[in-house]
């Protein structure tokens, strides 16, 4: 087994098919020696909305752009549909792009932004002005096509630079940071919407976020990306309940990450020892992996009960003192202060009006989960 600080084995190749309808192959990029893409591979689906989620400098930008033509891969091959796309420049792709900022045209109304990619490649008038008809109907924008960008919202800026990304029917689309120019409020609302244009449309797309929420909210599959490595491919509920790595536990949400080494490792279940708890950490299944071994339990603060009263099971529990609260009106979570000084975790659902009043700063509290209801990391 690797060290815990070791980075995780690459994630394999899907086979080709249906899977490979966007293949990534071995993808490298270099800029003067620094490695931004590090030999990714990636099969993606026909109408699969797919994310590239990470940090900055995680690579997610830069593997985007090799895939839009605005970089050349130093190696590997992107073939989309079958066809190598590694010396086509970006106008020859059958790509669209919609970038964060939308770069709709000021001085252009919503129809002529939509048609100019259309009139670009020569259609004619009526094939344009149902196309644009089609596109508005699609984002819902049927009355707006006479109006300026400037006389639009946010929302209805991203929505019309969508329908020019999609009026000229890709079979790719790339999204950089949809949501980032908008506020939270509009955001969320947003974020449905766009799944809906997507999935009627039926194109397949690859979107470029750093917001977790939103990779979780859009896409049907994730890649999250660190130092240009795939660290974990996956539908978010997998990548959320089942993280490969440190990395992505921490990434992903909030998470109470315990240190500690096997100490019985049988097929039915394993028990980890550690420095922070008084008892020992039960697992209701067995692992690939061996008494000794230095590993990481990861548990979600929503997963954790607590209470004043003291958990009947011999296992998976602690007492400690309320350190800090904090709310968030439909949850509020502690953090909770143990003898060895180690904090965890632990969300409160307030399913009623001043539910969490019973339990305050201060106050000694048992914390405690279930056999199934942390993961065991490795890596």
């Known amino acids: ?164 990304s999609l009026a000229k029917g890709p079979k790719l689309l790339l999204l950089d940071e949809p949501m980032g120019a908008l506020d939270k409020k509009l955001r969320s609302r947003m974020q449905l919407e766009l799944v809906n244009i997507i999935e009627t449309s039926g194109v397949t797309c690859v979107m470029v976020t750093h917001d977790q929420e939103e990779a979780m909210t859009i896409a049907t599959r994730i890649a999250l990306m660190d130092q240009g490595w795939i660290q974990q491919v996956g539908k978010p509920d997998d990548i959320y309940e089942q993280p490969a790595n440190r990395f992505a536990a921490e990434f992903i949400g909030s998470v109470n990450l315990i240190d500690g080494v096997i100490d019985e490792d049988l097929p039915e279940y394993v028990t980890l020892k550690t420095e922070v708890l008084p008892v020992p950490i039960y697992i209701g299944h067995g692992i690939t992996g061996f008494e000794g071994q230095q590993v990481s339990f990861a548990v979600r603060p929503e997963k954790l009960l607590i209470g004043k009263e003291e958990p009947a099971h011999p296992y998976n529990k602690a007492r400690g003192t309320i350190e800090d609260i904090a709310y968030f009106g439909s949850h509020s979570v502690y953090h909770v202060r143990l003898p060895s000084g180690f904090k965890l975790m632990a969300n409160f659902t307030n399913q009623q009006r001043w539910a969490s009043e019973g339990m305050t700063w201060g106050d000694e509290v048992w914390v405690g989960w279930g056999e199934n209801d942390g993961v065991v990391l490795t890596s």
């Open 1 to 164: 087994m690797a060290p815990i600080d070791a980075k995780p084995e690459r994630a394999p190749v899907p086979p080709q098919g249906d899977e490979g309808y966007l293949s990534i192959q071995d993808v490298r990029k270099e800029f003067d020696g620094f490695v931004a893409v590090d030999d990714v591979n990636l099969q993606i689906r026909k109408g699969e909305i797919f994310a590239l989620l990470g940090g900055s400098g995680s690579g997610k930008s830069t593997l985007l752009r090799c895939l839009a033509g605005f970089e050349k891969p130093t190696k590997g091959r992107i073939v989309l549909d079958g066809q190598v796309m590694n010396e086509l420049p970006p106008y020859e792709r059958p790509i669209n792009m919609m970038f964060q900022s939308y770069a709709l045209f000021p001085h252009m109304t919503v129809e002529q932004n939509i048609a100019f990619g259309l009139k670009q490649d020569g259609l004619s008038r009526d094939a344009v002005r149902k196309r644009v008809g089609e596109m508005l109907e699609l984002v819902q924008l049927g009355k707006l096509g006479k109006r300026k960008p400037h006389q639009l919202s946010g929302g209805q800026q991203q929505r019309v630079a969508l329908a020019r």
